[in-house]
């Protein structure tokens, strides 16, 4: 089963920026979508951005232009990474940040086992 390992996040100031890594590593879903989730307080996980093998892009509407999503190209390694580089980041943007892969995009169900997220705190 595939694991996944965030990591990058922490406290920053609104107009900062974070970047965040998943590793992805173990038996993964060659050719499937990733996507980054976030998990505001109080609220559901969804998608914030997702991208296919082939490098299309899906970005929700509050975090266009701030937000750029990435992977490397080791399509079929056991062992890649996924990224998501987070610009003039507001108070909105709190939450945990996770990743995964989708049966679908730009916003199927997440497919495999959650990782323990990477927590971002975004101060005025």
């Known amino acids: 089963q595939a694991r996944l390992a965030e990591s990058g996040g922490g406290l920053v100031q609104a107009g900062g920026s974070l970047r965040l890594s998943c590793a992805v590593s173990?038996?993964?879903?060659?050719?499937?979508?990733m996507a980054w989730f976030r998990q505001a307080p109080g609220k559901e996980r969804d998608v914030v951005a997702a991208i296919t093998w082939r490098g299309d892009r899906y970005y929700t509407d509050s975090v266009k232009g701030r937000f750029t999503i990435s992977r490397d190209s080791a399509r079929d390694n056991a062992n890649h990474t996924l990224w998501l580089e987070m610009n003039s980041l507001s108070r909105e943007d709190t939450g945990v940040y996770y990743c995964?892969?989708?049966?679908?995009?730009?916003?199927?169900?997440?497919?495999?086992?959650w990782g323990q997220g990477t927590l971002v705190t975004v101060s005025s």
């Open positions: 173990g038996r993964t879903f060659s050719g499937l979508p």
């Open positions: 995964n892969f989708l049966l679908s995009f730009p916003r199927g169900n997440a497919v495999g086992a």
